[in-house]
């Protein structure tokens, strides 16, 4: 028994140095065990009953170490890099507001548009002057003695002209055609669809009752001297005027009735000439068919300068009017200048030229227009047939080379 009481003796002796470990543990059991009920809310504030004691005074103190955010100036200079960043997108959006200098600049396209009309002329060609006339006359400006014709659509009724060799007047037959050769410019007037036939009114003017229509036409005769003309009368049924006393030197072409070529001088190769070619229409156009002649132009001349080149009328029919200097190979010592008349007539390529000595051609130009211009392709003279009482036409000479001498 005393053994056993000495054993548990000893076993007191060791349960103190037990206990003062069991004290830490046991303190948070033991208020867990007295209330069982109350559990949950119990170890909810233990959690902050830790940082309450002694020992959790020390981790605040290592949260202030970060608190020390003195480390987070490296986040701060992440912070001022992104904003310059946005700040550099922002400009280049603002790049875009350089799109009103743009627009501006669109202004300057728009200029460029009023280049558009030239472009749209060609193709859309300006109607002939003709095309609107019931009447017409042709040439309009002429050389003293000249003949004009006159022209009038079919189906009108009861014409009446006056002027010129008309005088006060005179009705038209059924014929679409008429001539003069005013020595002066003469103003014509011509009226119809009359319901009654024209009168003489007082100061020698006529008045036509119930006249539908009426127009006035201009043959303006050139002043100066100017050598007496004529007109040829080609094979097919074509006239053109040419100074008289000039021959015809026609050319030997294939086909001559549809083609031709001929030149009116006072010998060959002369330096003052009219020249007519005829040719089925190859070319779309006047103007091309004047780049075809100027391709050709080299063969006959030199040193071709000075090309004057411009968009004209023959009748109702587009035409292309050329000027230029050179030398004829056959007379190269005489500088020589030349008026181009060319136009498509019925499918027919028609070039009309006339040339004279570069000293004289200031001088002689406008009697070269009215010669080209009085070219007709169906014509309504006839040399048969006098277009004037007072002078009567004649057919032209022959070629010299055709005529027989008398032995």
């Given at each position: 028994m005393p053994a056993l009481q000495l054993l548990a003796a000893l076993a007191v002796l060791s349960q103190p140095p037990a206990p003062p470990a069991q004290p830490s543990p046991a303190p948070p059991l033991s208020p867990a065990a007295p209330t069982p009920g109350k559990p949950v809310p119990v170890p909810d504030k233990p959690a902050p009953v830790q940082p309450a004691p002694g020992p959790t005074p020390a981790p605040p103190a290592k949260p202030a170490a970060p608190v020390a955010p003195t480390?987070?100036?490296?986040v701060g200079p992440p912070q001022p890099v992104p904003p310059p960043a946005p700040v550099v997108t922002k400009p280049a959006p603002v790049t875009p507001p350089a799109a009103?200098?743009?627009?501006?600049?669109a202004p300057s396209p728009t200029p460029a548009k009023p280049a558009a009309p030239p472009e749209k002329k060609p193709p859309a060609a300006a109607p002939s002057p003709a095309a609107s006339l019931a009447v017409t006359i042709q040439p309009s400006t002429i050389v003293p003695g000249q003949p004009v014709l006159f022209h009038w659509k079919t189906g009108l009724a009861g014409l009446w002209i006056s002027g010129g060799r008309f005088g006060r007047g005179q009705v038209l037959g059924s014929g679409e055609w008429a001539t003069d050769r005013p020595k002066k410019t003469t103003v014509y007037r011509v009226t119809w669809g009359a319901a009654q036939a024209p009168r003489h009114g007082p100061h020698g003017a006529h008045t036509a009752a119930g006249a539908a229509h009426s127009q006035t036409l201009t043959a303006e005769v050139l002043a100066g001297k100017y050598p007496e003309v004529a007109t040829y009368f080609g094979k097919s049924g074509w006239t053109i005027d040419y100074p008289k006393g000039w021959l015809p030197f026609p050319e030997d072409l294939p086909d001559p009735a549809h083609n031709a070529l001929i030149y009116l001088q006072t010998e060959a190769d002369s330096p003052d000439r009219v020249?007519?070619?005829l040719a089925p229409?190859?070319?779309a156009t006047s103007a091309?068919?004047?780049h075809q002649v100027m391709v050709d132009a080299p063969t006959h001349y030199d040193v071709i300068k000075d090309v004057e080149q411009k968009r004209t009328w023959q009748g109702s029919n587009e035409a292309t009017y050329l000027t230029f200097q050179g030398l004829d190979r056959s007379n190269p010592e005489i500088p020589i200048k030349s008026v181009v008349l060319n136009w498509?007539?019925?499918?027919?390529?028609?070039?009309?030229?006339a040339r004279t000595r570069l000293s004289r051609f200031d001088e002689d130009v406008p009697m070269l227009r009215s010669l080209v211009r009085s070219f007709q392709l169906r014509s309504h003279l006839d040399?048969?047939?006098?277009?004037h009482p007072a002078e009567p036409a004649k057919p032209p000479a022959a070629h010299p080379a055709k005529v027989r001498r008398k032995s």
């Amino acid at each position: 028994m005393p053994a056993l009481q000495l054993l548990a003796a000893l076993a007191v002796l060791s349960q103190p140095p037990a206990p003062p470990a069991q004290p830490s543990p046991a303190p948070p059991l033991s208020p867990a065990a007295p209330t069982p009920g109350k559990p949950v809310p119990v170890p909810d504030k233990p959690a902050p009953v830790q940082p309450a004691p002694g020992p959790t005074p020390a981790p605040p103190a290592k949260p202030a170490a970060p608190v020390a955010p003195t480390p987070a100036p490296p986040v701060g200079p992440p912070q001022p890099v992104p904003p310059p960043a946005p700040v550099v997108t922002k400009p280049a959006p603002v790049t875009p507001p350089a799109a009103p200098p743009s627009t501006p600049v669109a202004p300057s396209p728009t200029p460029a548009k009023p280049a558009a009309p030239p472009e749209k002329k060609p193709p859309a060609a300006a109607p002939s002057p003709a095309a609107s006339l019931a009447v017409t006359i042709q040439p309009s400006t002429i050389v003293p003695g000249q003949p004009v014709l006159f022209h009038w659509k079919t189906g009108l009724a009861g014409l009446w002209i006056s002027g010129g060799r008309f005088g006060r007047g005179q009705v038209l037959g059924s014929g679409e055609w008429a001539t003069d050769r005013p020595k002066k410019t003469t103003v014509y007037r011509v009226t119809w669809g009359a319901a009654q036939a024209p009168r003489h009114g007082p100061h020698g003017a006529h008045t036509a009752a119930g006249a539908a229509h009426s127009q006035t036409l201009t043959a303006e005769v050139l002043a100066g001297k100017y050598p007496e003309v004529a007109t040829y009368f080609g094979k097919s049924g074509w006239t053109i005027d040419y100074p008289k006393g000039w021959l015809p030197f026609p050319e030997d072409l294939p086909d001559p009735a549809h083609n031709a070529l001929i030149y009116l001088q006072t010998e060959a190769d002369s330096p003052d000439r009219v020249a007519v070619s005829l040719a089925p229409a190859t070319a779309a156009t006047s103007a091309d068919l004047m780049h075809q002649v100027m391709v050709d132009a080299p063969t006959h001349y030199d040193v071709i300068k000075d090309v004057e080149q411009k968009r004209t009328w023959q009748g109702s029919n587009e035409a292309t009017y050329l000027t230029f200097q050179g030398l004829d190979r056959s007379n190269p010592e005489i500088p020589i200048k030349s008026v181009v008349l060319n136009w498509i007539e019925d499918k027919v390529a028609i070039v009309v030229s006339a040339r004279t000595r570069l000293s004289r051609f200031d001088e002689d130009v406008p009697m070269l227009r009215s010669l080209v211009r009085s070219f007709q392709l169906r014509s309504h003279l006839d040399p048969r047939i006098v277009p004037h009482p007072a002078e009567p036409a004649k057919p032209p000479a022959a070629h010299p080379a055709k005529v027989r001498r008398k032995s």
